[in-house]
């Protein structure tokens, strides 16, 4: 069974930084599409980024302040967050979706979650 564990969400003042990792356990996701999504209380799960072989996707409200990159060897994913936003408050989830045609976007797609970290900005 494929385990996902995030880290490295925190309590950031705007215009500050976070690196999340999301760590990979149960089988080796290489092949697989690695995604970042985020939830606010009253709101729906939202795409963020992914990225796999053939490249990387960026929500339009983070695109050029978050990379998103993976480490296969270590079966790792990661999400640099730079210039931080109070709107970017939300728990941050890390998704696996097995190799298709799928979009990237829905999380309904994806087919492993991790637990989710909470990630503050706010002065």
């Known amino acids: 069974q494929v ?3 995030e880290s490295g969400g925190g309590l950031v003042q705007p215009g500050g930084s976070l690196r999340l990792s999301c760590a990979a356990s149960g089988r080796t996701l290489g092949s697989y599409v690695m995604g970042w999504f985020r939830q ?3 709101k729906e799960r939202e795409f963020v980024a992914a990225v796999s072989w053939s490249g990387s996707l960026y929500a339009d409200s983070v695109k050029g302040r978050f990379t ?3 480490d296969n060897a270590k ?9 931080l ?3 970017d ?7 696996a979706q097995r190799p298709s045609l799928a979009s ?7 087919d492993y979650w991790g637990q989710g970290t909470q990630v503050t900005v706010s002065s």
């Open 3 to 5: 385990q996902l564990v």
């Open 40 to 42: 606010s209380p009253g």
């Open 68 to 70: 998103i990159s993976r």
């Open 75 to 83: 079966n790792t994913q990661y999400l640099q967050m730079n210039s």
């Open 85 to 87: 936003k109070p709107e």
């Open 89 to 95: 408050t939300a728990v941050y989830y890390c998704a």
């Open 104 to 110: 990237w976007r829905f999380p309904d797609l994806y």
